[in-house]
């Protein structure tokens, strides 16, 4: 009988040494009981109607069956799959397409184990999960205030916590600011983007596809 508290994870990636070194890291994790790792689209369809994981990891660029189409099947299958894009590249029309396939999540390849991690947990949880290295090209490329003015790089860290959740005691903690300094940042936010509370300025960047929570 499988275990309710342990993972089952899959891979979905056309390259072997990402899959292998991707699989070892995984299978690594204390929560994890099981990785399946697969090369196409069609194999991991055909793999879902055996066995339901409960988080995959899949690739964007692969031949027959890219993942936006894989992603599309699937989640068809099964509404409630939780998957997470992969890419080697922080591209936001690949992220944006991943999500409005069905995927709750997006991640660089070139991310570290603590971003995996965190990964895992937030899909697991039912919220969605941007790598922040694209999360923060989305607000760099994408947010200019209606007044004109450009954020600041720190403005732009700030937001990017701000649309993850966080209240402004952790964004100080994580940034190492104090939390005056952070609801200083909040406050200019606001004015910038022409925003009457911390809810309109997160429906802001949403409507604007700067990030999706």
Request: proline letters at 2%.
């Amino acid at each position: 009988m499988r275990n309710e508290n342990k993972l089952v994870i899959y891979i979905v990636d056309d390259h072997f040494l990402f899959r292998e070194g991707f699989r070892l890291i995984l299978s690594g994790l204390p929560n994890v009981i099981k990785v399946v790792d697969m090369s196409s689209g069609q194999e991991f369809l055909n793999q879902l109607r055996v066995e339901v994981a409960d988080i995959v990891f899949m690739d964007i660029n692969m031949p027959a069956m890219d993942g936006i189409e894989t992603t599309k099947k699937a989640v068809a299958l099964e509404p409630e799959l939780k998957i997470v894009g992969l890419s080697m590249y922080s591209d936001p029309l690949y992220y944006k397409q991943m999500i409005k396939a069905g995927a709750r999540g997006f991640l660089i390849k070139n991310s570290d184990i603590g971003e995996v991690e965190r990964t895992i947990a937030d899909v697991l949880s039912g919220k969605n999960y941007i790598a922040q290295e694209l999360a923060m090209q989305l607000v760099s490329d994408g947010f200019n205030s209606e007044n004109g003015e450009t954020l600041s790089d720190r403005e732009k860290e700030i937001l990017y916590h701000i649309c993850k959740g966080l209240p402004n005691n952790q964004i100080a903690k994580i940034l190492s600011l104090s939390k005056r300094t952070v609801d200083k940042h909040r406050e200019n936010l606001l004015s910038k983007t022409g925003a009457g509370n911390t809810a309109q300025l997160v429906m802001y960047a949403i409507k604007h596809g700067i990030i999706t929570l």
